[in-house]
């Protein structure tokens, strides 16, 4: 209860705190599709569509939940990780054991870290994390300025559009998950990102028909890629995304 309690006040508190703030440097409306965990669906199914559009997406994984069975899904495999970092794709890091920032301590998460980036290094040697994201979303104000030193970026799941000045280490994103969001809701997303100039960036688990609470249905990511077409929105990963944004 009361690690609760401090688990959601150090995730408020990191929105407001330890900022990295970055200005976008112009007008540049793009998006970005990552996946968490992730699923065999998103690295086949996913992977497929988002390469048929000419887009690549971002992976955030945790080495504990590699080929392993879960409630929902059946975790990617090593085989398919490799596809996934040679087809272009970006690999970037969760916690190894999927645990949330706001119940490790600085060296528990170091630990954390440096078994996630060995596991991934130890199947190709080329792939490097560059960016993270929180496992379950929870950001933590103290492990906030810690993950800077190690990771370019770090992405919540604080719904809304990248813009302006953004905050590199708690880089919102919006779900591409049926039961939060709808083709409208998608549409309002990318609406607001070609208003704004912004960097819009979705996240989602398993693709297929039949999707879990948390994944969303290869129709729905059909019509988030064809929305960015329709509006010359590039689709690229978190790292191009960076680039471009000189960040
Ligand atoms: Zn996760």
Not at 155 to 172: A, E, H, K, W, Y
Not at 188 to 202: C, K, M, N, Q, T
Not at 229 to 245: G, S
Request: proline share 5%; charged share 20%; with cysteine.
């Amino acid at each position: 209860m009361l690690s609760d309690l401090n688990g959601r006040l150090s995730n408020r508190l990191a929105r407001h705190f330890r900022a990295a703030p970055h200005r976008l440097p112009m007008y540049a409306p793009m998006v970005s599709f990552t996946f968490d965990d992730a699923p065999d669906s998103a690295a086949s199914e996913g992977a497929a569509l988002l390469e048929a559009h000419g887009g690549r997406g971002t992976f955030y994984l945790a080495g504990s939940l590699i080929d392993q069975p879960g409630d929902h899904w059946h975790g990617l495999s090593n085989d398919a990780i490799v596809r996934l970092h040679r087809a272009g794709h970006e690999i970037g890091c969760h916690t190894f054991s999927h645990l949330r920032a706001v119940d490790l301590d600085e060296s528990a998460m170091a630990r954390e870290i440096e078994r996630n980036c060995s596991y991934f290094h130890g199947i190709d040697c080329s792939i490097r994390l560059e960016n993270f994201a929180y496992p379950y979303g929870l950001a933590s104000v103290w492990r906030k300025s810690q993950l800077a030193k190690t990771f370019r970026s770090a992405r919540g799941i604080l719904p809304g559009v990248n813009s302006d000045v953004i905050d590199l280490q708690f880089l919102r994103a919006s779900p591409l998950i049926d039961c939060e969001i709808d083709t409208r809701g998608v549409d309002r997303y990318f609406d607001e990102a070609v208003a704004s100039g912004g960097w819009l960036i979705f996240y989602g688990h398993d693709i297929v028909d039949q999707p879990s609470p948390y994944g969303c249905t290869p129709t729905l990511l059909r019509h988030a890629l064809k929305a960015a077409e329709r509006r010359n929105m590039p689709i690229v990963t978190v790292v191009e995304a960076l680039r471009r944004i000189g960040a």
